[in-house]
Nanobody, 124 residues
């Protein structure tokens, strides 16, 4: 079983940046796509960004396109999410998840393993 751990969340002001990291407990997860999702209070968990197994394909939600960048270091089994120009509406718990396959997609049902989440709070 793959265990995922997020880190890097915190409290920032609007316009500032944060970098989230997702570390896997197993090297085999390097062969899977990885996605970031977020869940704000009272809302559904929503797709944010995703990257395929070798980093060749990345996809983003429209709300974060141009501000967030996902990347991965397969040698370290780590996937990062660089978040720039943060807005109060980006406030949520952010989760990373390992895809069922080497490719990437947006549907929650395509992801098998989930981390515990890290809180990101952006003040106005």
């Amino acid at each position: 079983q793959v265990q995922l751990q997020e880190s890097g969340g915190g409290l920032v002001q609007a316009g500032e940046s944060l970098r989230l990291s997702c570390t896997s407990s197993r090297r085999t997860s390097s062969n899977n796509g990885v996605g970031w999702f977020r869940q704000a209070p009272g809302k559904e968990r929503a797709f944010v960004a995703g990257i395929d197994w070798n980093g060749g394909t990345t996809i983003y939600a429209d709300a974060v396109k141009g501000r967030f960048t996902i990347s991965r270091d397969r040698t370290k089994s780590t996937v990062s999410l660089q978040m720039n120009s943060l807005k109060p509406e980006d406030t949520a718990v952010y989760y990373c998840a390992a895809h069922l396959r080497a490719s990437i997609s947006r549907a929650k049902s395509d992801f098998r393993y989930w981390g515990q989440g890290t809180q990101v709070t952006v003040s106005a």
